[in-house]
């Protein structure tokens, strides 16, 4: 469990993140989220989640910084570059995540920040519900390099079985779009 000794002296960022995702319905139709939706259940969740984190824990909240519908295969994300730019305008020294894949999916990208950018800057790392937390001495750096890992390893191995279900819906002739094209 996750415990901050001295909470008066950081000032939080609350980092959200969930991909842009395609569910399919059990006739094999396709449903697309829009970019003109409001947010993800998801994101609301993970929200209220840190925003209860910090609450229980006396944490000060600069910011949240959504990308709702951005891989965790980039860091090129909007919100993630803006937490970044508060960081080096020492707005926050705190970055707060739910589970450290929200943070992204790409080992060697999470190891720079945790590892070197962070530490540089002066801003401990909470990924609550992994019980990461870069400023105990209980968070090992092997564990974090192994989720890390796995999470990268699972962005690879969905991506996979994407592009297997699609060749096999392509060869059985279905349609491979999700709106059909239109003609006269």
């Known amino acids: 469990?996750?415990?901050?000794?001295?909470?008066?002296?950081?000032?939080?960022?609350?980092?959200?993140?969930?991909?842009?995702?395609?569910?399919?319905?059990?006739?094999?139709?396709?449903?697309?989220?829009h970019e003109d939706e409001l947010e993800s259940g998801s994101i609301s969740t993970q929200k209220l989640f840190l925003r209860n984190f910090c609450k229980d824990n006396n944490i000060q909240v600069y910011d949240d910084y959504t990308d709702d519908g951005f891989s965790g295969a980039t860091f090129d994300r909007p919100d993630f570059n803006k937490m970044i730019q508060d960081i080096e305008k020492k707005k926050i020294n705190l970055v707060i995540v739910k589970d450290l894949s929200r943070f992204g999916r790409v080992s060697n990208q999470i190891s720079y920040?945790?590892?070197?950018y962070f530490i540089e800057k002066g801003v401990r790392f909470i990924a609550v519900t992994d019980d990461i937390d870069t400023g105990s001495i209980e968070t090992s750096e092997d564990m974090v390099q192994f989720k890390a890992f796995f999470n990268e390893w699972f962005l690879r191995d969905t991506s996979r079985k994407v592009r297997n279900g699609k060749k096999t819906r392509a060869k059985e002739g279905k349609v491979m779009v999700t709106y059909p094209t239109y003609r006269l």
């Open 1 to 33: 469990m996750i415990t901050i000794a001295n909470p008066e002296k950081y000032v939080a960022g609350l980092y959200e993140r969930l991909s842009n995702e395609n569910i399919e319905v059990g006739n094999g139709d396709v449903i697309v989220s």
């Open 113 to 116: 920040y945790l590892e070197e």
